[in-house]
């Protein structure tokens, strides 16, 4: 397993500003994940971030909204630009420790409301 | 697009019960299947995992897989209050892929 976390873990933002999320593994790994979870919904993948090289959006997420940056193989930011109320969610990232098994850990979440 | 099913629940067992929580899946290719355990307020944690056909025990849990029916489920023998909280069953390809997952089962153990 991997030990992740995440910065802040709570934040009330004014709509029209931007928050960038921090993941920290305490391993290198390869593939990182970032989700967002809205209230009483599951996981919706946004992308997938492999450090040296541009993050993998998934459908309906773009990266003017949610730019990502993986500047090494244990740290990850996602920043979401321009919010909206529509926007409150938990952001979660995600590991991928390796070994072609799929299995991923997640970080704590950030928990975010925008007004 | 890929798929993956369960039942919202809530299922309510009583304490001391088996708990047997279902997930059906779309893509025929999907090679790696996890249960995923998610208390109310945090992040989901990994329960097991499971890639063959059949079987897999660990403690109270047991994981069955037919990839036939497209099928996973999850039991949870002398179910606890403990227990009480979403299952989120996810569905990958093999190595290095993303997950699907499901909307999740609430379970509820009653003392």
């Known amino acids: 397993s991997a030990v992740i976390s995440q910065k802040p873990s709570r934040d009330i933002c004014q709509r029209g500003t931007s928050l960038t999320i921090q993941c920290q593994v305490d391993?290198?790994?390869?593939?990182m994940f970032w989700y967002r979870q809205q209230p009483g919904q599951s996981l919706t993948l946004i992308a997938t971030?492999?450090?040296?090289?541009?993050?993998?959006?998934e459908s309906g997420f773009v990266i003017d909204k949610f730019p990502i940056s993986r500047p090494n193989l244990t740290f990850s930011t996602l920043t979401v630009s321009n919010m909206s109320p529509e926007d409150s969610s938990i952001y979660l990232c995600?590991?991928?420790?390796?070994?072609?098994?799929?299995?991923?850990?997640f970080g704590p979440g950030t928990r975010l409301t925008v007004l | 697009q890929k798929e993956v099913e369960q039942n919202s629940g809530p299922l309510s067992v009583p304490e001391g019960a088996i708990a047997s929580l279902n997930c059906t899946y779309s893509?025929?290719?999907?090679?790696?299947f996890f249960w995923y355990r998610q208390y109310s307020g945090k992040s989901p944690e990994l329960i097991m995992s499971?890639?063959?056909?059949g079987d897999k025990e660990d403690g109270r849990f047991t994981a069955q897989l037919n990839k036939a029916s497209q099928y996973v489920s999850l039991l949870i023998r002398d179910s606890q209050p403990s227990d009480s909280a979403t299952y989120l069953c996810?569905?990958?390809?093999?190595?290095?892929?993303?997950?699907?997952f499901g909307k999740g089962t609430m379970l509820l153990v009653s003392p």
């Open positions: 995600s590991v991928d420790t390796g070994g072609g098994t799929d299995t991923q850990y």
């Open positions: 391993s290198q790994v390869t593939m």
């Open positions: 971030a492999n450090q040296g090289s541009e993050a993998t959006y």
């Open positions: 893509d025929r290719v999907s090679q790696s």
């Open positions: 499971i890639y063959s056909n």
């Open positions: 996810a569905v990958g390809d093999s190595g290095y892929s993303t997950l699907t």
